[in-house]
């Protein structure tokens, strides 16, 4: 099939195959509103807010063992860009979920994102079931999610474009809202009537108590072809955006990155926007459903939607890491580093990380995103970054600072390859407290063991690895005028970093 002309015709019998499910996942998101756990650098798709998983971790697993009429991939979908890449496949990998990564040079929302990952099932002339989970969503009942999609595959199987909606337990402003039509079958699915915007106090009661009104979870379940079909009708700039770049890409270790250039050109658009609210008209020519979810569903947008969705205590408390509770109740405390104890708070919220602590009202917490944007307004790292910071061979840890000198641990894990670099304003002492160290200083190349150290020069080459089996730890003391990350100068890197 060429994939700027889809053979597949909606609602005829050629479409009735055995088509593959594939997870799409988008992970792009880079908010703020769960800071401090939440940063620019590691947004709260990589956090495990929920156990030892991070939220894509556990959505990367969701549709392990689905019960569907079309066989599961093997191979997930995921769509990022380039700031977390590394951090996205390393999660992946360490979580036995094989992924095809496609890297957007920018963030262009939702509608491209499900694009390029359209195009890519589609390259070879073969169509496949979509299932769209954004990466930084929660679900308590995976059984119920499971079976929900199941149904949802069998409608998208049948060409329509398939939303999945919550029914609502109260007069929530802060989701969108789907208008839900005639059921179509004893399936459950209902005909896709309509989108509507996150409504005021006094109407969301109203679609509460009419019962016509599900929440719009996100969650959509499509044909690649369906998609294509779709995107190119209703937003053909985006279409051919992302057509000309995908045909550009290029394969980059694990990653396939779009061009560039020929990216730039697409317009940023949501699925709601671009297709969903257009396809819910009769002579769209794009038939819909909408099948209903009660699985736990959460968007986990604030910190008293997480504390929500946890298991709490007698009073009404959720506690993580190192937490004492004295006398509190319906409080949510996080422990990252440190002791955290609360005496007789209510309806708190708190949560500890080794550079920032956040106390807030759980009925305050959408203010959060006040202070981010005063603590930038500051230049302040901790809007952005943790004091540990990921990187493709392992992580650094800054663990001391003052005028003209830093102070890192870092931990290489094994087979990591720092690039080969110099920096123009500082000098820098290694000494290894745990394994072994391969070093490239200038001209010459040894190995440095546990309290074994060696001192690099300003303005020297130089290149740090680990070539054993266990994680290399060593502290390194940076010295000189300036010390910002971006005083590096690559000559070589193994990961392409530019």
Known sequence: MNIRHSIFEVGSDAININLQVHAVIPAGGSGTRLWPLSRKEFPKQLIGLLGDDS????TGKRLNGLAASHPLAAESIVICGEAHRFMIAEQMRQAGIRARILLEPDARNTAPALTLAALSLTEKGEDAIMVVMPADHAITDQSAFQASVSTAIRYAGDGRIVALGIVPTRAETGYGYIKVGTELDEHGGHR????????????AEQYLASGQYWWNSGLFVVRASVWLSAIEKYE????????????????DADFQRVDARRFDACPSQSIDYAVMERVVHVDSGFPTAV??????????GSWDAVWDVMPKDENGNVSHGRVMLEGSSNTFAHSESRLVACVGTDD??????????LVAKKSAVQDIKTVVA???GEAGTEATYHRKVYRPWGYYDSIDSDTNFQVKRIVVKPGGTLSLQMHHHRAEHWIVVKGTARVTRGTETFLL???QSTYIPLGEVHRLENPGKTPLAMIEVQSGSYLGEDDIVRFEDTYGRS
């Not at 051919?240 to 550009?248: E, N, S, T």
């Not at 099948?291 to 986990?300: F, I, K, N, Q, T």
């Not at 708190?348 to 602590?357: G, I, K, Q, S």
């Open 55 to 58: 939220l894509l971790q556990l």
């Open 192 to 203: 896709l009537d309509g989108f509507v915007e996150k409504p005021e106090r006094e109407l």
């Open 236 to 251: 053909p700039a985006i279409h051919a955006a992302c057509l000309d770049a995908f045909d550009g890409k290029t394969a």
């Open 291 to 300: 099948v209903p979810l009660d699985a736990g569903w959460s968007d986990v």
């Open 348 to 357: 708190l919220v708190v949560v500890e990380t080794p550079d920032a602590v």
């Open 374 to 376: 005063r603590i930038r």
């Open 449 to 451: 063991s546990e309290n």
